[in-house]
């Protein structure tokens, strides 16, 4: 893991005193809400529907025990609504109602005491009051922390493959490129001020696990016929109102030049980005309407940049070895001088939890260990004080202090040895977290949704626990194989509902929770091929239609997967993009029919 310089730190603390006495000052009204507004989304601080949210920034995904273990104080002693504020919450969520289930309905989620993990590896809170907001970032500070690069129009948290460093497909460790792109990216005062929000992605495999060509800026490492090592650069991604996957700028660029490009590529974009409508600002918007006008402009500022300006911001073989050497292999003192043996499973249980949530590793003595935070009474993603504090011991006994925010919002111990498997897999079953459900149906993505966003339309949480709850069978689970379920609460796709296989989108229509279901997208994984936006089934469903509508749509899979002569069954979007949507969208239309003929004739 990168450790911070004396100047990193020194940075980190002079920000939160800075923050303090902003804080004080907007709280005694000396500083206008409307002045204290940009400081404190410059530190991750938003209002959200009830109450503050924080958004800690978790750089390319790494985080030490002792980080988790300040995660837990947070959610423990912070995190805590007024009474007021959560009986207005739940007085708002009585009035919606639950989402209806086959076994009766689920209650509302509005949990505090918890840190949410997001899909771009950071790590949220939902319910510190304000007042208290200096105090959390004077703790965040002491674990080298902060909330820098998490809000605002400027280059956001950089995010990367959760197995960077250790994944068995690695061309090259993307850790240290990330980490210098975060310390040129920080406060860079040239890009303080974009059109809008900035993200970057990257990895260093040839499988894409961290979406990287849904991002404005996609970096993927490669080598050449030559061997030399290289970025593959994708401009103009995104989500939101227009899902656009990046387009190819560069298929090969010398890595030493990455950070040239990047400046090219951003200052561009913060020169002709529209500012007049922030539904057009983003890069994806220019490059679809200047198409090769904007990378001719690229190329000449890059060209303007290595030429005439020096290459101020090329990457010397001296500063990537300084970088790089903080990540180096740590060194593991357990089962050193034994030879590592398989685990014999010795129930079911333990057999699908190796299948599903054990990857393989560089190292063969060693596996990279995913501790699912899918659990049915629980946000995707939530993990209170004590999971939090107790993630934090699996990972100084077993993982070298070390853990992984991941893209799909679980938690990754990614230097586990063979020998300690067993062990690790009695732990995260006594905490719950050893669901073998990894890429299945139930490790879907949400977003918080309407429980907390003020900008949702609609609820993400009862849905994605309603589906848990009918789709709770392991056996069922695993006969459905790896399904890719994305929830989103309104169009700006937190939940990144466009890249599902199956993708929920929250809409309102005249003030009442309404659900669009598309199928077909991916995120790029192995499994899902090229990235794609999904297909929309037709008109949007209301909330007790949606659990109806997605067991119609894996009926049609069952119905039309086929096997191949060894007996393995066709996966989900396979058989999808085989036969097309059409059997499907038919299948969940009728879904919404049956719902409303039983509602009738129960009526």
Not at 391 to 411: C, F, I, K, M, P
Request: hydrophobic residues 40%; charged residues 25%; proline residues 4%.
């Amino acid at each position: 893991m990168y450790k911070y310089t004396e100047f990193d730190k020194q940075f980190v603390r002079s920000r939160a005193d800075q923050y303090r006495d902003q804080l004080e000052r907007n709280l005694t009204g000396a500083l206008s809400d409307d002045d204290f507004r940009p400081l404190r989304l410059q530190n991750g601080w938003y209002i959200q529907r009830y109450a503050p949210m924080l958004r800690v920034a978790v750089p390319y995904g790494e985080l030490s025990s002792a980080q988790l273990r300040a995660m837990a104080t947070i959610a423990r002693e912070f995190d805590k609504p007024s009474d007021e504020l959560l009986g207005a919450a739940q007085a708002k969520q009585d009035a919606l109602g639950p989402v209806a289930t086959p076994n009766g309905g689920i209650g509302t989620h509005l949990g505090y005491g918890y840190g949410h993990f997001t899909t771009r590896q950071n790590v949220q809170f939902n319910w510190i009051p304000l007042e208290r907001s200096a105090d959390v970032m004077d703790l965040l500070a002491s674990v080298d922390m902060h909330g820098i690069q998490t809000s605002g129009n400027c280059i956001r948290n950089i995010t990367s493959d959760e197995r960077a460093g250790i994944a068995v497909d690695e061309i090259a460790d993307p850790r240290p490129f990330g980490e210098i792109m975060r310390q040129w990216s920080t406060l860079h005062p040239e890009f303080a001020f974009l059109p809008r929000k900035f993200k970057i992605a990257i990895t260093g495999s040839t499988e894409d696990r961290a979406a990287v060509a849904w991002h404005d800026v996609g970096l993927f490492l490669k080598k050449n016929e030559a061997g030399e090592l290289g970025f593959k650069v994708l401009v103009g991604g995104g989500m939101g109102r227009t899902p656009i996957v990046g387009t190819v700028a560069r298929e090969f660029l010398p890595w030493h030049q990455i950070m040239n490009y990047l400046e090219a590529v951003v200052r561009v974009y913060n020169r002709y980005g529209r500012r007049d409508n922030m539904y057009k600002a983003r890069i994806k918007i220019l490059v679809k309407a200047e198409g090769q006008r904007y990378f001719d402009d690229v190329d000449a500022e890059y060209k303007q940049i290595v030429e005439h300006d020096g290459g101020s911001h090329t990457i010397t073989q001296a500063e990537f070895d300084r970088v790089n050497a903080c990540f180096v292999d740590p060194v593991l003192t357990r089962h050193t001088a034994n030879e590592p043996v398989a685990p014999q499973p010795t129930d079911k249980a333990f057999a699908r939890w190796l299948e599903r949530n054990v990857a393989p590793h560089r190292n063969p003595a060693l596996r990279a260990v995913t501790l699912s935070f899918k659990r049915l009474g629980l946000a995707p993603g939530d993990a209170d004080a004590d999971i939090l504090d107790a993630a934090a011991e699996l990972a100084e006994t077993y993982s070298a202090g070390e853990s992984r925010v991941t893209h799909d919002q679980n938690l990754l111990l990614p230097w586990v040895h063979v020998n300690d498997l067993e062990a690790v897999y009695t732990t995260a079953k006594a905490l719950g977290v050893a669901q073998p459900n990894v890429h299945l149906l139930t490790d879907m993505i949400a977003c918080p949704g309407g429980d907390f966003c003020a900008l949702a339309n609609a609820r993400s949480i009862p849905v994605a626990e309603a589906i848990t709850e009918r789709f709770s069978d392991l056996d069922e689970l695993f006969d459905l194989g790896e399904i890719d379920l994305h929830i989103s609460g309104c169009i700006n796709s937190c939940g990144h509902h466009h890249s599902g296989h199956i993708g929920i989108l929250g809409v309102d229509k005249d003030g009442k929770e309404w659900y669009q279901v598309t199928l077909g997208g991916s995120d790029g994984s192995a499994l899902s091929g090229d990235p794609v936006a999904g297909k929309v089934v037709g008109p949007s469903f209301s909330a007790h239609e949606v659990v109806e509508v997605i067991e119609a749509v894996l009926d049609t899979y069952r119905r039309e997967r086929r096997s191949d002569q060894g007996g393995k069954l066709e996966s989900f979007i396979s058989t999808l993009r085989r036969v097309g949507i059409d059997p499907f969208k038919a299948a969940a239309n009728g879904a919404r029919h049956a719902v409303v003929d039983h509602s009738t004739a129960t009526a």
